[in-house]
């Protein structure tokens, strides 16, 4: 009764995408990191639903705008759909580390939402991020930290203090690779 649900939260870029210091403010800048679409696919095949959980500072700052997000969205469900694969859900913060959220990671906000909605227990759910606010974030409410070398993934690792039992991949594939293998558990001989 204690297995964690089939449930697997990604942050979107850098994980999912390419990350822009600039920010993703047009379909035409977001571009998936390579075997990352795939990636979803092969989880959605597994048993596992995604949901996307990600910071969007973008539209606080002004830089796009809420019907922008959405497009750019669309975008990256439509490309999973193709690969056989849906995203379940996708819940973002447009605010600012001014507005001082609930919902900003680190805060736990989000993830919150994303309880109440799938009515489950965050317990043991992989949560995969690039940077240390997406591990602290999922750490928090009990899911299992996963950090990716994409994105700003490689400068996280090196600065260290990840949280305790934190795993760590080259890219989202990677990750997925292992973890479909282990949700398959050992296989009869």
């Given at each position: 009764?204690?297995?964690?649900?089939?449930?697997?939260?990604?942050?979107?870029?850098?994980?999912?995408?390419?990350?822009?210091?600039?920010?993703?403010?047009?379909?035409?800048?977001?571009?998936?990191?390579?075997?990352?679409?795939e990636?979803?696919?092969?989880?959605?095949?597994?048993?596992?639903?995604?949901?996307?959980?990600?910071?969007?500072?973008?539209?606080?700052?002004?830089?796009?705008?809420?019907?922008?997000?959405?497009?750019?969205?669309?975008?990256?469900?439509?490309?999973?759909?193709?690969?056989?694969?849906?995203?379940?859900?996708?819940?973002?913060?447009?605010?600012?580390?001014?507005?001082?959220?609930?919902?900003?990671?680190?805060?736990?906000?989000?993830?919150?939402?994303?309880a109440?909605?799938?009515?489950?227990?965050?317990?043991?759910?992989?949560?995969?991020?690039?940077?240390?606010?997406?591990?602290?974030?999922g750490?928090?409410?009990g899911?299992?930290?996963?950090?990716?070398?994409?994105?700003?993934?490689?400068?996280?690792?090196e600065?260290?203090?990840?949280?305790?039992?934190?795993?760590?991949?080259?890219?989202l594939?990677?990750?997925?690779?292992?973890?479909?293998?282990?949700?398959?558990?050992?296989?009869?001989?």
């Amino acid at each position: 009764m204690n297995t964690p649900p089939k449930l697997i939260i990604l942050d979107r870029d850098g994980v999912i995408n390419v990350d822009s210091a600039q920010f993703i403010k047009s379909t035409a800048e977001w571009k998936p990191i390579p075997g990352s679409i795939e990636a979803i696919a092969r989880l959605n095949q597994a048993g596992y639903r995604v949901v996307v959980c990600t910071n969007q500072s973008g539209i606080g700052r002004g830089l796009f705008d809420m019907a922008t997000l959405a497009a750019i969205n669309d975008r990256m469900v439509e490309m999973v759909f193709r690969q056989g694969g849906r995203i379940d859900a996708i819940f973002f913060c447009p605010h600012t580390a001014d507005d001082k959220c609930h919902c900003r990671k680190p805060n736990t906000g989000l993830f919150e939402d994303i309880a109440s909605r799938f009515k489950v227990g965050l317990e043991g759910v992989p949560a995969i991020g690039d940077s240390l606010r997406d591990l602290q974030a999922g750490v928090k409410v009990g899911c299992t930290p996963i950090l990716v070398l994409t994105g700003k993934g490689k400068k996280t690792k090196e600065a260290g203090g990840l949280p305790k039992g934190t795993r760590v991949f080259a890219d989202l594939a990677e990750a997925v690779r292992h973890l479909v293998a282990e949700s398959a558990g050992p296989r009869a001989a």
